[in-house]
């Protein structure tokens, strides 16, 4: 061995991402067009011949409901996704696709709850919802509140992600008592977002109140960092034990 050969490191293989465990991917962003996800269906495609590929068995994706940035309704969401349902047909793609929503709640939303508009749901109505990253909304408690009194099941989408859950311990401790429903991005246990929301959502697997994992896929820039997964062993594995709702979508 040459005194060159001492400083040569050998490649590191990375386990290819095997979500076959998870079944049902809950959120993501694949109708093209309509919100900040996928913005044309060859790309869209792209995406989800590559989730199938990871073992999944069917995709609820879920575009943005925002009143002030994507003003979608269910009858758009529903054309978009017959659209990409005849698409991946056609592409001989087997995994099964349906749609819910994103629902961003602020004042308007919480509005339309008490006046008992329809929102898209799946399973056995949950809706998906998200706050702001920053700064806690002040109706979020009355918002869940009327959501569960129109008997809606809501989810927290990322709950990792927000900064005012992760500074404020006691907002953690009376969202968990109301055994709010949370959703944590796989992308987080990979660092993608940062590490403290990495360290959060470990600490949410830690404590047990992870009810549902997604992938929040929006571009091929996510799958690229999602493959690495496996990579953080530990968490990865522990995942994989969860008693999740996923599985029974």
Same mark, same amino acid.
């Given at each position: 061995?040459?005194?060159?050969?001492?400083?040569?490191?050998?490649?590191?293989?990375?386990?290819?991402?095997?979500?076959?465990?998870?079944?049902?991917?809950?959120?993501?962003?694949?109708?093209?067009?309509?919100?900040?996800?996928?913005?044309?269906?060859?790309?869209? +495609? @792209?995406?989800?011949?590559? !989730?199938?590929?990871? #073992?999944?068995?069917? *995709?609820?994706?879920? /575009?943005?409901?925002?009143?002030?940035?994507?003003?979608?309704?269910?009858?758009?969401?529903?054309?978009?996704?017959?659209?990409?349902?005849?698409?991946?047909?056609?592409?001989?793609?087997?995994?099964?696709?349906?749609?819910?929503?994103?629902?961003?709640?602020?004042?308007?939303?919480?509005?339309?709850?008490?006046?008992?508009?329809?929102?898209?749901?799946?399973?056995?109505?949950?809706?998906?919802?998200?706050?702001?990253?920053?700064?806690?909304?002040?109706?979020? +408690? @009355?918002?869940?509140?009327? !959501?569960?009194?129109? #008997?809606?099941?809501? *989810?927290?989408?990322? /709950?990792?992600?927000?900064?005012?859950?992760?500074?404020?311990?006691?907002?953690?401790?009376?969202?968990?008592?109301?055994?709010?429903?949370?959703?944590?991005?796989?992308?987080?246990?990979?660092?993608?977002?940062?590490?403290?929301?990495?360290?959060?959502?470990?600490?949410?697997?830690?404590?047990?109140?992870?009810?549902?994992?997604?992938?929040?896929?929006?571009?091929?820039?996510?799958?690229?960092?999602?493959?690495?997964?496996?990579?953080?062993?530990?968490?990865?594995?522990?995942?994989?034990?969860?008693?999740?709702?996923?599985?029974?979508?």
């Amino acid at each position: 061995m040459g005194w060159l050969d001492m400083f040569k490191r050998t490649p590191v293989e990375i386990t290819p991402l095997d979500l076959s465990w998870l079944r049902v991917d809950m959120h993501s962003h694949l109708i093209p067009g309509i919100d900040d996800g996928s913005k044309t269906m060859e790309e869209s +495609l @792209d995406l989800v011949r590559r !989730l199938a590929g990871f #073992g999944l068995e069917k *995709i609820i994706t879920t /575009p943005h409901i925002m009143s002030e940035y994507y003003r979608n309704t269910p009858e758009i969401i529903g054309m978009g996704l017959e659209d990409l349902r005849r698409a991946v047909k056609a592409e001989g793609i087997a995994i099964q696709i349906d749609a819910a929503a994103e629902y961003y709640m602020d004042e308007i939303f919480l509005e339309k709850v008490k006046a008992g508009e329809k929102m898209l749901t799946f399973a056995d109505d949950y809706i998906l919802v998200e706050t702001g990253f920053i700064n806690k909304p002040q109706m979020l +408690l @009355d918002t869940i509140f009327q !959501l569960e009194m129109a #008997g809606y099941k809501p *989810i927290l989408a990322h /709950p990792e992600r927000y900064q005012y859950l992760i500074a404020d311990k006691k907002l953690q401790e009376e969202l968990i008592d109301r055994k709010l429903l949370f959703q944590v991005n796989l992308l987080s246990f990979t660092g993608f977002y940062s590490k403290q929301v990495k360290d959060f959502g470990e600490m949410l697997v830690e404590r047990g109140v992870v009810a549902l994992l997604g992938t929040d896929c929006h571009n091929t820039r996510y799958l690229d960092m999602l493959e690495t997964l496996p990579k953080h062993q530990k968490i990865y594995e522990k995942i994989q034990k969860l008693d999740l709702i996923n599985t029974q979508l």
